[in-house]
Nanobody, 127 residues
Framework: QVQLVESGGGLVQAGGSLRLSCAAS????????VGWFRQAPGKEREFVAA????????YYADSLKGRFTISRDNAKNTVSLQMNILKPEDTAVYYC????????????????????WGQGTQVTVSS
């Protein structure tokens, strides 16, 4: 069992940056690929980014490439999401998720690919 806890959310002005962290408890992230998703009010949960455990390959939603960066710190047992040049439309609850399964790249964008989810952290971008 993996418990995931997100942190780092908050209120930021448009153009600003935030760094979200996902920490695992109960076990290490070793062997788990981790993804970030977000859900805005009234919208479906959407894929943001993922990092594969084996090899550290990263995947991004096309619309977010260049602004968001996912990374992993094995020593701290965390996965981070650096978000730059934030826009009001980035406002959402951000969730991290983990899976022990090995998928092809596009499958990491599916919510059903993940076994464990955090409770989410709110990100609000003001205009």
């Amino acid at each position: 069992q993996v418990q995931l806890v997100e942190s780092g959310g908050g209120l930021v002005q448009a153009g600003g940056s935030l760094r979200l962290s996902c920490a695992a408890s109960g076990r290490t992230f070793g062997g788990y690929s981790v993804g970030w998703f977000r859900q805005a009010p009234g919208k479906e949960r959407e894929f943001v980014a993922a990092i594969r455990w084996s090899g550290g390959t990263t995947y991004y939603a096309d619309s977010l490439k260049g602004r968001f960066t996912i990374s992993r710190d094995n020593a701290k047992n965390t996965v981070s999401l650096q978000m730059n040049i934030l826009k009001p439309e980035d406002t959402a609850v951000y969730y991290c998720a983990a899976t022990p399964q090995y998928y092809s790249g596009s499958d990491y964008g599916r919510t059903g690919a993940y076994h464990y989810w955090g409770q989410g952290t709110q990100v609000t971008v003001s205009s």
